[in-house]
């Protein structure tokens, strides 16, 4: 069964700053993607990014990007230029291929706070 | 985010109370998801809808009912609940299969569940 795994369970950071939150994961499978959700006090969960296992580029998405070792099944989110609306819990998440249907599988999550 | 939306947003029952929710997507998706949040748990997936067929029953208690009318419709049923069903209940949809982008969970607010 697939588990992923968040080691830290709370992480700072100052306003302006680079935070980056690890996530790594256990599969068999070749074919699978990887998300990082956020979930601010509201309680919406909210894609942050997404990356395809057989991509080898990293995917960006504005402040936020990804280092993505498939070797090593790590995951990690980087936050550039940290804003005080980054605090959330943050989670990853994994999503086997086609043949291992739509189940996502979540980490436990990393509670980020930023500091003004 | 207006794409999923869930109600109602808190529910109070007691124990012997029957109540539902309800959950809506906008987004033109086959796929629809009952998620169970806990305090200090990882999400846990529920039920898993596809093209209107329950397709996964991760062995939630029978007291929990799901049920999916159409596409864009899901309900989750409740029925003489315990105190440690408490929790937040979210609602997600993708498109089934397919890439990244289409089969991405798209989340609802969820529904602050506290049974008494």
């Known amino acids: 069964a697939q588990t992923v795994t968040q080691s830290q369970p709370e992480m700072s950071v100052q306003e302006a700053e680079t935070v980056t939150l690890s996530c790594t994961y256990d599969?068999?499978?070749?074919?699978?993607?990887l998300f990082w959700y956020k979930q601010p006090p509201s309680r919406q969960m909210i894609l942050v990014i997404r990356?395809?296992?057989?991509?080898?580029q990293n995917a960006t998405e504005n402040r936020f990007s990804v280092n993505f070792q498939k070797a090593a099944k790590s995951f990690s989110l980087k936050i550039s230029d940290s804003q005080l609306g980054d605090a959330a819990m943050y989670f990853c998440?994994?999503?086997?291929?086609?043949?291992?249907?739509?189940?996502?599988?979540f980490g436990e999550g990393t509670q980020l706070t930023v500091n003004p | 985010e207006t794409g999923v939306t869930q109600t109602p947003r808190h529910l109070v029952m007691g124990m012997t109370n029957k109540k539902s929710l309800k959950c809506e997507q906008h987004?033109?998706?086959?796929?629809m998801y009952w998620y169970k949040q806990s305090a200090k748990k990882p999400l846990e997936l529920m039920f898993v809808?596809?093209?209107?067929?329950?397709?996964e029953n991760n062995s939630v208690p029978s007291r929990f009912s799901p049920e999916c009318p159409n596409s864009s419709h899901l309900f989750l049923h409740l029925h003489t609940l315990q105190p440690e069903d408490s929790a937040l209940y979210l609602c997600?949809?993708?498109?089934?299969?397919?890439?990244?982008?289409?089969?991405?969970?798209?989340f609802g607010p969820g529904t602050r569940l506290t049974v008494l």
């Open positions: 809808y596809s093209l209107e067929e329950r397709v």
């Open positions: 997600a949809s993708s498109q089934k299969g397919g890439q990244l982008l289409t089969n991405t969970q798209y």
């Open positions: 987004l033109g998706h086959n796929a």
């Open positions: 599969t068999s499978e070749s074919d699978y993607y």
């Open positions: 990356q395809e296992a057989y991509k080898q």
């Open positions: 998440a994994y999503r086997g291929g086609e043949t291992s249907g739509s189940r996502l599988t």
